[in-house]
């Protein structure tokens, strides 16, 4: 009696099948939970207004390293008030930007990819997504009613580096896309989970935000995982230099305000560089941002003795996490 022989599954074709059924999972989660900020924030209802409630505006010490410098506690509530409204809506404000630049380069992206692509609609369902972002976070500017910058001049330019990078360096753009999101994802999250009382304007933008980042971050994970292994050694060789490069680049560029603010409030220069980035805490704080991405480095095989070298030149080396969005524990980030 003959015996049935399964024949051998082609593990490129395995991996490409697995692949592509993470894409259609996340493609699926677009369909199935998004939001539309218009519909899910009740912009108009009265606790909602600017000046309702305008202490829920004093920056949360639990998130933002200025809520907790002296310097800031010593403010009148007036002046704290003031001072983290401008901080919110400049925050929102570099976050449109982001995700602009973002938006051109993935439409880059999709633009070359062949027919049948799993790519082609999950970055079309992001791309969406983020659209609704910058309505989101143009509009919480809007209603705030301050003129904020977001980034500041030369980081502006930027604007013009994103499709390029998208069409000619796919990878290195998306890392430059987690080099962006994650700083913001991990903000924003602690602010969630700590439970300080902040203004419902923001509570709404947050939560639809970190909702929906959750899939993007996922996608720019695992575009990297499939494909970096496939670049031949000098090329892994260059994307793992280029690695904590980008993340410290862009990182620095999201989270530091623009000049602009520091010189609205008369914010002394040392406490600038206390906060961004002199101070101990202030260089653990940035480091921690990327400890999911450090971990990705490793899962990836950009973690080799030179690449490690570079994340600790530039002081954004530590821990790595057991899961993405692992919670920072007391005692890991040493």
Known sequence: MSTAVTPAVDPDVAKAQEYAAKLLLLSEGSINKHFDPFEDIDWDNPDFAVDAGEERWILPPSADPLGRHPWYLALTDEQKIAVGKYRQANVAK????????????????????????????????????????????????????????????LVRKFKYLGAPVAAWFPNLFFMAVLAGEEPIDHIQKQ????????????????????????????FA????????????????????????????????????????????????????????????????????YFADVRTLAKDIGLMNPIAKNVWKLLKIDGHSTRYRSEPLRAGKAA
């Open 94 to 153: 570099v976050g449109l930007q982001f995700e602009s630049i973002l938006i051109s380069g993935m439409v880059t992206h999709n633009f070359g990819l062949p027919n049948g692509s799993p790519e082609f609609r999950y970055c079309s369902h992001e791309m969406i997504e983020e659209h609704n972002h910058t309505l989101m976070f143009q509009e919480m500017v809007n209603r705030i009613g301050i003129d904020v910058p977001g980034m500041g001049p």
């Open 191 to 218: 602010i969630l989970r700590s439970g300080d009382e902040v203004h419902p304007i923001m509570l709404g933008v947050m939560a639809i935000h970190v909702a929906e980042e959750a899939r993007h971050i996922s």
């Open 221 to 288: 994970h695992e575009f990297l995982k499939n494909h970096v292994p496939e670049a031949n050694q000098f090329n892994k060789l260059v994307l793992s230099i280029a690695m904590p490069i980008v993340m410290w680049i862009l990182g620095r560029s999201i989270a530091t305000p623009p000049k602009a603010f520091f010189q609205e409030f008369d914010i002394p220069e040392q406490v600038r560089k206390e906060l961004f980035y002199g101070s101990k805490e202030a260089k653990q704080t940035f480091s921690d």
